[in-house]
């Protein structure tokens, strides 16, 4: 198989042949299985800007065939790029747009054939044009003898990059034994794991992009959440640098459609938490959710800090108390386990709000000191307490039952990637959340009903509007418009 531009393209398979270019209107000799055989005048001559000599074609054969009705038309089939993997078909005289083009449809097909290609000729002398920006196909041999390969040597690591970037669109979270799996199954080819972890770290810096170069965009992410989401907190903080372009510090984003669905129709209970993020710059990432009538998770807010302290902690706070209001005002309460600094922030921030720690947080690190069964669950027994005098007589039956136990009961994930995956994981547990409203009428147990009904009660006495249809309805009522990708932006111009 040739490649033809400035001369044939590598051989592959069948009888070898070459040719020495004379000056144009020259003979030349092509010797083929040593046979000699003269050549006439060639038929063609064109110049070649880039090495300046002249370009012989061998006939007219692959000149383009130009009539008066389709000028500039070609009178061969330009390969189709959108072709798919194994559907891939040669023929004489078929056009490549670039040369780099034909070399991957070229790996394609002997991958999925399972042959080895080896390349007898290279070289940017030995490609010749057939038409303006085009590569043909001057010479097939398309019949193999030889057995396949389910290890191509076409096969690189090239080339399983390229294949798992178009899997990566669809599975951002592709595995390493999954990205084998897909090359097996759907390629036929059995490479490497070596190669394959390499391919999929190349193949998701292309998809997700640097961590770096994404750092450098946050301010025109923003910018778009604002267009897109208008009444959305969206904002970043940066450090001054004297000669260099300001150091990343934090940023902060509270979508419009979430704190008007949790004003109006969830429970006034606020969860802070905060958690590291693995990328190469490290940080923290702050979040506060609450739970709709359904107990689903609801996002408020998040936001990047480099580390969890009281500072920051006192700022997240503060942005969040300018976007939901005034706790006297609503009557806003918080639950949250013991973050470095929460605690003191809460006290500057909302000094009136109640709030408690996550119990859940409480049992974990308590069952990695006490194992017997009695003692852990005496840590629930404590949290169901409802009055003061209650919890104090279950936690003197947990001194007498285990001492230390009592003791320690009274001691006190590239960025923009990761926001337009909150953002989207929102997105979609809204989704869901309306459409499983679509089941659900609002009735009761109906023998609890019955029971009401009998004693002259109405049920609506005995429910809480946080529990209501109506409640739940409010908080889907609005739903997140979604973000242009990134060429849609609108350049900030600001560092």
Not at 67 to 94: I, L, M, P, R
Not at 272 to 280: E, T
Not at 356 to 362: E, M
Request: charged share 25%; with cysteine; net charge neutral.
């Amino acid at each position: 198989m040739q490649g033809k531009n400035s001369g044939p393209w590598p051989e592959l398979g069948g009888p070898r042949s070459s040719r020495q270019h004379g000056p144009a209107g020259q003979d030349t000799t092509t010797t083929v299985n040593g046979d000699e055989d003269h050549v006439p005048d060639p038929t063609a001559v064109e110049l070649d800007s880039k090495y300046e000599k002249p370009y012989e074609y061998e006939s007219e054969v692959f000149n383009s065939l130009v009539s008066s009705g389709d000028e500039g038309k070609t009178a061969y089939d330009t390969f189709d790029e959108d072709t798919e993997y194994g559907e891939v078909q040669f023929k004489v005289g078929q056009l490549f747009h670039t040369m780099e083009s034909f070399k991957k449809t070229m790996k394609d097909y002997f991958v999925h054939k399972g042959k080895d290609v080896l390349y007898i000729k290279n070289e940017k002398l030995r490609v010749r044009a057939a038409c303006a920006g085009c590569f043909q196909i001057k010479i097939l041999y398309n019949e193999h003898n030889c057995g396949m390969d389910f290890g191509s040597n076409l096969a690189d690591r090239a080339w399983v990059t390229d294949k798992l970037v178009k899997k990566l669109f669809t599975e951002p979270d592709l595995k390493l034994g999954a990205a084998r799996d897909h090359i097996i199954d759907e390629y036929n080819v059995k490479v490497n794991l070596r190669m394959v972890a390499r391919a999929l770290k190349v193949a998701r810096e292309v998809v997700i992009g640097s961590e770096k170069a994404q750092y450098r965009k946050t301010r025109d992410y923003l910018m778009e959440l604002h267009r897109s989401n208008p009444g959305s907190t969206a904002l970043m903080e940066v450090i001054p640098q004297p000669e260099f372009l300001p150091l990343f510090d934090r940023l902060y984003i509270s979508l419009d459609v979430c704190k008007k669905g949790f004003k109006e129709g969830c429970r006034p209970l606020i969860g802070l938490d905060g958690c590291f993020l693995k990328g190469h710059y490290g940080g923290q990432l702050l979040s506060a959710v609450d739970q709709d009538t359904n107990n689903h998770f609801y996002v408020i807010a998040y936001a990047v800090v480099p580390n969890e302290c009281k500072e920051t902690w006192k700022w997240f706070l503060t942005l969040m108390k300018k976007d939901l209001g005034e706790v006297p005002q609503h009557g806003w309460n918080f639950i949250f386990d013991q973050q470095k600094g929460l605690e003191l922030a809460m006290k500057e921030v909302n000094p009136t709000a109640h709030h408690r720690n996550c119990v859940l947080h409480i049992w974990k690190n308590f069952i990695k000191y006490f194992k017997d069964e009695q003692t852990k669950q005496m840590v629930w027994e404590c949290s169901r307490c409802t009055t003061i005098q209650e919890f104090r007589s279950v936690m003197e039956k947990l001194k007498n039952l285990n001492k230390g136990a009592w003791e320690y009961l009274q001691r006190k994930k590239p960025i923009l990637s990761m926001c337009e995956d909150l953002r989207c994981y929102i997105m979609r547990k809204m989704a869901m959340h309306k459409k499983r409203l679509e089941h659900h009428t609002g009735m009761p147990c109906r023998h609890a009903v019955a029971a009401m009904a009998k004693m002259g009660l109405k049920p609506e006495d005995f429910v809480h509007k946080w529990l209501t249809m109506d409640a739940i309805r409010s908080a889907y009522s609005v739903c997140i418009n979604s973000v242009n990708s990134e060429e849609y932006w609108n350049p900030t111009d600001s560092p």
